[in-house]
């Protein structure tokens, strides 16, 4: 159940119009104009719910479900319940994420700024930016069109962020460059300095870091997460990325395109990541490697070498995942053997 408090509701809207919207197919049968109010889980909808069915796991519940509409894959129409409205569409997620975000758009800035933020001498605010009570806009940053800076953020001097972006609740920005449609979540810290100093003497003696954090367009950055400028070159988050919650990107680290990296992983610095790799959560990443593009990391990796382009990797050293997965069978079979003999 969608909680009305929290969650802007819209709607209602016809099958017809939830087809154009997800590109699915109506099937034969469904009725075009047939209104629904809302989406919820198969387990819980109801005659005015659309839900979806992506996982054949679910397949159990999809035949059980009183949801009054479903988008499926059409492999598996033939096991809807009888009355069940269906949308058919190849990749049933992706559809119903543009369904329910339909029925509950996110909130818009309200382009008020409120008395208790400061703005600092020089800085631009965008038309239709909203800035928040304790927010800070220090001297000379820029911040696009529509955005909206949440309560107690701070935007550094000389900052600047594209349109129609978001930065949360506690957040820090400095030394960066923000683009359009970036979400900033609550507590992220981005532009301090990398951890880079000589330890060939004691006292170890800092090394300025000097670069900055470029974050390209459409990229969201998760909770406490933080990304370190670079020493020299910049640290670069590229377009359409995905940072989970508590990410540490280290100085100098490079994201190409599409890059999805999972809670609490860590990559050191100078470590360059080509489009489309995925690491997953709790994976640490040793400085100065190279990740080609596509390539997967398993969560709890320790990745000590490069990783090649389309390569799936697992473990501590990181190894091809067939072989660590082989390991571990045979360390199973050890332990069993062993623990016969023990008897």
């Known amino acids: 159940m969608v909680d009305d408090r ?8 016809t099958l017809q119009e939830l087809a154009e919207l997800a590109g699915a197919e109506i099937a034969q049968g469904s009725d075009p104009a047939r209104r629904f109010s809302g989406v919820a ?3 819980t909808a109801g005659a005015e719910d659309l839900s979806f069915l992506d996982n054949p796991h679910y397949a159990e519940d999809f035949r059980a479900s009183a949801a009054g509409g479903c988008i499926v894959a059409p492999e598996q129409a033939g096991k809807a319940p009888a009355g069940m409205a269906l949308l058919l569409a190849s990749k049933p997620y992706r559809g119903y994420a543009a369904i329910a975000a339909a029925f509950h758009p996110g909130a818009r800035p309200s382009g008020q700024i409120d008395a208790n933020a400061r703005i600092g001498e020089g800085a631009e605010i965008g038309e239709g930016t909203e800035i928040g009570p304790g927010a800070v806009v220090d001297a000379r940053a820029v911040v696009g069109d529509r955005c909206w800076i949440a309560a107690n953020a701070v935007i550094g001097p000389g900052v600047v962020i594209g349109d129609d972006s978001v930065v949360g609740a506690g957040a820090t920005l400095s030394h960066c ?7 900033v979540h609550p507590g992220v810290r981005i532009g301090q300095r990398g951890f880079g100093f000589d330890m060939s003497d004691f006292p170890f003696r800092d ?16 909770a406490n997460t933080t990304i370190d400028r670079g020493a020299g070159p910049d640290t670069v988050i590229g377009a359409g990325c995905k940072l989970d919650n508590l990410v540490q990107i280290g100085h100098n680290v490079r994201l ?3 890059c999805v990296v999972v809670a609490q992983a860590g990559i050191a610095g100078s470590t360059v990541i080509e489009d489309f790799v ?3 959560g709790q994976a640490g990443l040793n400085g100065h490697l190279r990740v080609g593009k596509g390539a997967q990391i398993a969560a709890q990796s320790g990745v000590a070498r490069d990783v090649q382009p389309g390569e799936r990797v697992a473990g501590t050293p990181a190894m091809p995942a067939k072989q660590f997965f082989r390991l571990v069978g045979i360390w199973h079979r050890l332990l069993k053997t062993k623990g016969t003999k023990d008897e």
Do not use: K, T, Y
């Open 207 to 222: 090394v300025p870091q000097l670069g900055r954090v470029i974050v390209e367009d459409d990229v969201e950055i998760g």
């Open 6 to 13: 929290f969650f802007r509701r819209a709607g209602p809207f």
């Open 41 to 43: 889980p198969l387990s």
């Open 177 to 183: 460059l923000i683009g359009a449609r970036v979400n």
């Open 256 to 258: 190409g395109r599409g």
């Open 278 to 280: 995925a690491i997953g």
